[in-house]
Antibody, heavy 118, light 107 residues
Framework: QLQLQESGPGLVKPSETLSLTCTVS??????????WGWIRQPPGKGLEWIGS???????YYNPSLKSRVTISVDTSKNQFSLKLSSVTAADTAVYYC??????????WGQGTLVTVSS | DIQMTQSPSSLSASVGDRVTITCRAS??????LNWYQQKPGKAPKLLIY???SLQSGVPSRFSGSGSGTDFTLTISSLQPEDFATYYC?????????FGQGTRLEIK
């Protein structure tokens, strides 16, 4: 069974770039069965899909975030990463990584809270 | 974007009640509809996929139905552990969207 774990800074300054990594264990990130995704949840609010990536590097992004988001994959480390630039307080959220056996998110990381504040 | 609208936004019910949550898509999504349960401080958990298929390990009191634009999640007899927030999610489009959530509370 897949396990996913998010890692990265819990505090980011406004206008800087948020960077998170998701480490996948229990399976290969190069599996043809899976895409990999990032989802976030502001405190007290609902879920927002950020984007998804295939091991080949094909990406899909939420149009509302597309200009600021980059998702990449490192097959040698069995990891995929999220970069969100020019962050503001509105980007404060719990960020989840998840496996996407299209069209379903079947395994999730525990989530990591990222606060944007000076 | 395909918009997903859940109703109600919140719901109070008692243990043993039958509960139905509705999710409506802004355009047809065939059966590309999933349901998740989220408890406070935890990641969402997949309950139902492809509109009506029960994820392995999920109790049979949970069921899903619908296709096209209108979908329902039904809990046949509420248990104490079912009080949580429920989200629908579509993947008909590569631009994935979630409903706003339905908070199920104890009456």
């Amino acid at each position: 069974q897949l396990q996913l774990q998010e890692s990265g800074p819990g505090l980011v300054k406004p206008s800087e770039t948020l960077s998170l990594t998701c480490t996948v264990s229990g399976g290969s990130i190069s599996s043809s069965s899976y895409y990999w995704g990032w989802i976030r949840q502001p405190p007290g609010k609902g879920l927002e899909w950020i984007g998804s990536i295939y091991y080949s590097g094909s990406t899909y992004y939420n149009p509302s975030l597309k200009s600021r988001v980059t998702i990449s994959v490192d097959t040698s480390k069995n990891q995929f990463s999220l970069k969100l630039s020019s962050v503001t307080a509105a980007d404060t959220a719990v960020y989840y990584c998840a496996s996407l056996r299209w069209p379903t998110f079947d395994y999730w990381g525990q989530g990591t809270l990222v606060t944007v504040s000076s | 974007d395909i918009q997903m609208t859940q109703s109600p936004s919140s719901l109070s019910a008692s243990v043993g009640d039958r509960v139905t949550i509705t999710c409506r898509a802004s355009q047809s999504i065939s059966s590309y509809l999933n349901w998740y349960q989220q408890k406070p401080g935890k990641a969402p958990k997949l309950l139902i996929y492809a509109a009506s298929s029960l994820q392995s390990g999920v109790p049979s009191r949970f069921s899903g139905s619908g296709s096209g634009t209108d979908f329902t999640l039904t809990i046949s007899s509420l248990q104490p552990e079912d009080f949580a927030t429920y989200y629908c999610q579509q993947s008909y489009s590569t631009q994935i969207t979630f409903g706003q959530g339905t908070r199920l509370e104890i009456k």
